[in-house]
């Protein structure tokens, strides 16, 4: 009796200290426990308590950047028709600090054919699973070149080759190096483009000869290059060890494919072919409704 009577006091007890500290939270905003845990982690963090508001990006550094994009959004939309500006990532989630970069995203409404199946290629690596980086496998963005390199070679081609389009003799837009210069004036693009608007195929079609054309494709021999409109062989970049070359448009020394093992490169193969055969068969359903036609 002893035993169970010391029991029910010792949970009694603890009871009211929870029920306490619940308290003192509600009154204080914290209990002891809770600031020491915060110092710790500040501590070990190499902050103080008063130093957060100076890492973190502040109400002016906040509308500041919100200027910078929409000057340059104004500049851009001035050059190129249908061109936006998307902030994304820290500097529009409230983890930015004052010193974070400015993540924006440059985007043309008007090219709904390429903005629908970029967001197929990339709804569809995500649902396979083979769109993380981190993981093994390739970037988001890796696929979107993948797709715009084969808008580029596919016949007859949705996207020009924006590098080759009057290019200058001398560099013009030399950035670390590498020559970055493409055709800037898209209100001229169907003057001087001969294949401009020739291509009539439908996003359903384009989504299929895209995955044919990457299950075919020789990974093995040729870069996914969206510069040049001929073929760029591994060998010329000195890629040959590596599995998959997708070369970086605005880094060419860059492989975004370096890092692909071959076991994930025979996966990402596999996918496609699999959903190739997926969306290239026709459903029972629909084949029987045709035939009702019939």
């Given at each position: 009796?002893?035993?169970?009577?010391?029991?029910?006091?010792?949970?009694?007890?603890?009871?009211?200290?929870?029920?306490?500290?619940?308290?003192?939270?509600?009154?204080?905003?914290?209990?002891?426990?809770?600031?020491?845990?915060?110092?710790?982690?500040?501590?070990?963090?190499?902050?103080?308590?008063?130093?957060?508001?100076?890492?973190?990006?502040?109400?002016?550094?906040?509308?500041?950047?919100?200027?910078?994009?929409?000057?340059?959004?104004?500049?851009?939309?001035?050059?190129?028709?249908?061109?936006?500006?998307?902030?994304?990532?820290?500097?529009?989630?409230?983890?930015?600090?004052?010193?974070?970069?400015?993540?924006?995203?440059?985007?043309?409404?008007?090219?709904?054919?390429?903005?629908?199946?970029?967001?197929?290629?990339?709804?569809?690596?995500?649902?396979?699973?083979?769109?993380?980086?981190?993981?093994?496998?390739?970037?988001?963005?890796?696929?979107?070149?993948?797709?715009?390199?084969?808008?580029?070679?596919?016949?007859?081609?949705?996207?020009?080759?924006?590098?080759?389009?009057?290019?200058?003799?001398?560099?013009?837009?030399v950035i670390d190096g590498f020559?970055?210069?493409?055709?800037?004036?898209?209100?001229?693009?169907?003057?001087?483009?001969?294949?401009?608007?020739?291509?009539?195929?439908?996003?359903?079609?384009?989504?299929?000869?895209?995955?044919?054309?990457?299950?075919?494709?020789?990974?093995?021999?040729n870069v996914v290059s969206i510069?040049l409109q001929e073929p760029l062989?591994?060998?010329?970049?000195?890629?040959?060890?590596?599995?998959?070359?997708?070369?970086?448009?605005?880094?060419?020394?860059?492989?975004?494919?370096?890092?692909?093992?071959?076991?994930?490169?025979?996966?990402?193969?596999?996918?496609?072919?699999?959903?190739?055969?997926?969306?290239?068969?026709?459903?029972?359903?629909?084949?029987?409704?045709?035939?009702?036609?019939?």
């Open positions: 009796m002893d035993v169970m009577y010391g029991f029910v006091m010792e949970k009694h007890k603890s009871m009211v200290n929870a029920v306490g500290m619940r308290y003192l939270r509600n009154v204080c905003g914290k209990s002891r426990i809770d600031r020491v845990i915060n110092e710790w982690v500040l501590k070990e963090c190499g902050l103080k308590a008063n130093s957060i508001e100076e890492w973190a990006a502040s109400e002016e550094d906040i509308t500041r950047r919100q200027q910078i994009v929409a000057e340059m959004e104004t500049f851009i939309a001035n050059e190129m028709k249908g061109a936006q500006l998307n902030v994304f990532g820290s500097s529009c989630n409230g983890f930015g600090l004052r010193k974070s970069d400015l993540d924006i995203c440059l985007t043309f409404v008007n090219n709904q054919t390429g903005k629908t199946l970029g967001c197929v290629v990339k709804r569809f690596t995500n649902v396979c699973d083979i769109n993380d980086a981190s993981r093994g496998s390739l970037s988001s963005y890796a696929y979107l070149l993948m797709l715009i390199y084969f808008l580029q070679q596919c016949e007859p081609p949705v996207l020009p080759v924006l590098q080759e389009l009057e290019k200058p003799e001398a560099p013009q837009h020559e970055t210069y493409f055709f800037e004036d898209l209100e001229r693009l169907p003057h001087i483009w001969p294949a401009y608007g020739g291509n009539v195929s439908t996003v359903g079609e384009l989504w299929l000869q895209f995955l044919k054309f990457y299950v075919n494709f020789d990974f093995k021999s510069r062989s591994c060998f010329e970049k000195l890629w040959t060890s590596k599995c998959m070359a997708i070369e970086d448009p605005f880094e060419l020394s860059h492989n975004l494919g370096a890092h692909l093992s071959k076991k994930m490169l025979v996966y990402i193969i596999k996918t496609l072919r699999s959903a190739y055969l997926r969306f290239g068969t026709p459903h029972l359903y629909f084949m029987g409704y045709r035939n009702r036609l019939e």
